[in-house]
């Protein structure tokens, strides 16, 4: 696939914004994603948060489970 990035856009953002996104949505792994945008896996990992990124894949109705857990321990 070739991706033709507008010269007023910075290539290597482009390619980190792409790149987190399809981690986010689960179509790359973490080491695709960050092959991809040019960055080893551990300064990828760093990124994730400029782009809205959680590197938590911890499901909705779990937390609210937990916390409701959480509220009911009485020590």
């Known amino acids: 696939m070739t991706l033709e990035i507008p ?3 910075d ?3 482009t390619k980190t914004l792409f790149a987190a ?3 986010e949505k ?3 792994s973490l080491g695709q ?3 991809l945008a040019g960055y080893s896996k551990r300064t990828f990992l760093e990124l994730l948060g400029n782009y809205g ?3 938590f894949e911890y499901p909705e109705m ?3 489970k937990d916390i409701k857990n959480a ?3 009485h020590l």
């Open 26 to 28: 689960g179509s790359l």
């Open 62 to 64: 779990e937390l609210e």
């Open 33 to 35: 994603a960050a092959e």
């Open 71 to 73: 509220q009911n321990y």
């Open 53 to 55: 990124v959680s590197i």
């Open 7 to 9: 010269d007023n856009l």
């Open 11 to 13: 290539e290597r953002e």
């Open 21 to 23: 996104k399809l981690y």
